[in-house]
């Protein structure tokens, strides 16, 4: 896929469970870019980042863990093998998206995960904000 995406897509929008893991898939799609003749900034950077935001980490991995046992059937621990998901606080996902945009994404789509709508409205604004 990663060749793929370098050789004849226009983006690239994976799920990378890390940072480190998003810039070794990015490096890998700009070198697939360039071997096809591609100017590797034409693709497009991305990544999508499943979060659940509270006040205290505990509270979130709480959040976290009831989303994705409701969305997926198993906990969040085993799908954070595979995708990138995180639980703390505002500060913490501050910190989340720098380290994927110092990674080469310049699009972040955010999922926040809320076991129901509760305060999902009101949390949005600070999501967002903490994205830019």
Do not use: C
């Not at 100017?39 to 991995?61: C, E, F, H, R």
């Not at 955010?110 to 076991?115: G, M, S, T």
């Amino acid at each position: 896929m990663l060749r793929l995406a370098g050789g004849t897509f226009d983006g690239w929008v994976p799920l990378s469970p890390s940072a480190a893991e998003y810039a070794a898939g990015l490096q890998a799609v700009h070198e697939a870019a360039e071997r096809a003749g591609r100017n590797p900034a034409d693709v497009s950077a991305g990544v999508y980042l499943t979060v659940a935001i509270a006040d205290s980490k505990a509270a979130a991995a709480s959040e976290l863990d009831q989303y994705i046992r409701a969305y997926y059937g198993v906990p969040a621990e085993v799908m954070a093998r595979t995708m990138a998901l995180h639980a703390g606080t505002i500060e913490d996902l501050r910190e989340l998206v720098a380290g994927y945009r110092a990674a080469g994404a310049h699009h972040v789509v955010i999922r926040l995960a809320r076991p129901d709508l509760g305060d999902y409205f009101a949390t949005m604004p600070q999501v967002l904000d903490a994205a830019r």
